[in-house]
C-alpha cells in the first residue's frame, strides 16, 4: 500500500521539459489506437492527467524514441508527427486549458480543443465535416478515421485508501453516461475506423460488461486485436465470449490468468509483463 513497488527515483517535477510521466495503460491505449500521419482523430474525453513534459528535441523521431509520454492526446500527436488533424473534446473548462497549456508546451499544430459535452457530438444533419479548416462539434456522422473513447469512469482501485467514499448511486451511473458517450462515437466513426474504448476502473460493469453490450447493440463493430498486448485477459461472467476475453485485455493488482485459469487467453506470453500489468489499474 505504500512502498514503492520499483526502485525509480521520483521526477516529481524535476526534468519537467523533458520527461512525461504516464502510467502503463494510457501508453498502451495511444498505440493501440495507432494513429497515423494524416488521419482525422477524436479524442472524445481529452482531459489530461497529472503532465509534465514539454520536448526540446529537433525532430519528430527523436522526440518520439526518448520521451516518456503523458496524456493521451499529445501522445496521439506526437505518434502522428503534427500531421493530420486531431479534435480534443472535453466538457470541463479548466481541464480543456490545461490540456491547451500542454499543446502549446510540444508546439503542436495538429490539435484543437474545444470544451464541449461528448453526449452531443453526433449530428446526423451537420454539414460534411473538412479536416483542414476544423470547425467546433458537432459534428456529421462518419467524420474520424480513428476514435479514443478514455471515458469517465468510477477509477475504483485507482488510488489505495481505507474506504471508498463513492456512493452506490454514483457507481451505478457511470455504465450508463459511458453508453451515451460509446453511442455518438459509434455514429462518428468511418467504415473501417478504430475506436479504443478505455477506462480507469477496475469495476466490470464498466469494462467488460459494456464490451458485450456494444458488440450486441453495434452488429458493424467487432474486436480487434491489439498491440502491444501486455495486460490480462478479460473477466468472465459478463457477456464476453470466451475467445474475445483474449482480445480485450485488463491491468490490475491481481494476475488474472492465473486466478481465472486464463493462462492460455493471452496472445502473447505475459510473463515478462506480469509486474507491470499488476502495479495499475484500467481496462
Not at 77 to 96: E, S, V, Y
Not at 133 to 139: A, C, F, H, K
Not at 166 to 192: D, K, N
Not at 258 to 269: F, K
Amino acid at each position: 500500500m505504500v512502498d514503492p513497488v520499483y526502485a525509480a527515483p521520483s521526477l516529481n517535477a524535476e526534468l519537467s521539459d523533458v520527461v512525461f510521466t504516464q502510467n502503463l495503460p494510457s501508453i498502451v491505449a495511444s498505440h493501440v489506437l495507432d494513429p497515423q500521419p494524416g488521419e482525422t482523430i477524436l479524442d472524445m474525453c481529452a482531459s489530461p492527467g497529472e503532465l509534465l513534459l514539454t520536448s526540446n528535441f529537433s525532430d519528430w523521431t527523436q522526440y518520439n524514441r526518448f520521451c516518456i509520454h503523458c496524456g493521451k492526446t499529445t501522445h496521439i500527436a506526437t505518434l502522428m508527427r503534427d500531421k493530420g488533424c486531431l479534435i480534443a473534446l472535453d466538457k470541463t473548462a479548466p481541464k480543456l486549458f490545461k490540456l491547451k497549456q500542454n499543446v502549446e508546451r510540444f508546439r503542436l499544430s495538429l490539435v484543437h480543443c474545444f470544451i464541449f459535452d461528448s453526449t452531443k457530438a453526433l449530428d446526423k444533419s451537420a454539414k460534411e465535416f473538412v479536416p483542414l479548416i476544423p470547425t467546433p462539434p458537432p459534428y456529421p456522422p462518419e467524420s474520424f478515421d480513428r476514435i479514443l473513447l478514455d471515458a469517465p469512469c468510477s477509477a475504483l482501485g485507482q488510488r489505495p485508501q481505507p474506504m471508498c467514499s463513492i456512493s452506490l448511486t454514483e457507481l451505478m451511473s457511470y455504465p450508463a453516461y459511458q453508453r451515451s458517450l460509446f453511442e455518438q462515437a459509434v455514429g462518428l466513426l468511418r467504415p473501417g475506423g478504430t475506436l479504443v474504448y478505455s477506462t480507469c476502473s477496475f469495476n466490470p460493469e464498466e469494462n467488460e460488461a459494456q464490451v458485450a453490450w456494444a458488440l450486441k447493440s453495434f452488429p458493424q463493430l467487432h474486436l480487434s486485436n491489439q498491440v502491444p498486448f501486455v495486460g490480462f485477459p478479460g473477466l468472465p461472467g459478463y457477456g464476453v465470449a470466451a475467445e474475445q476475453l483474449r482480445i480485450v485485455q485488463r491491468f490490475g493488482p491481481i494476475q488474472f490468468c492465473e486466478l481465472l485459469d486464463l493462462q492460455q487467453a493471452a496472445p502473447s506470453p505475459t510473463n515478462e509483463y506480469d509486474a507491470l500489468a499488476k502495479d495499475t489499474i484500467a481496462f
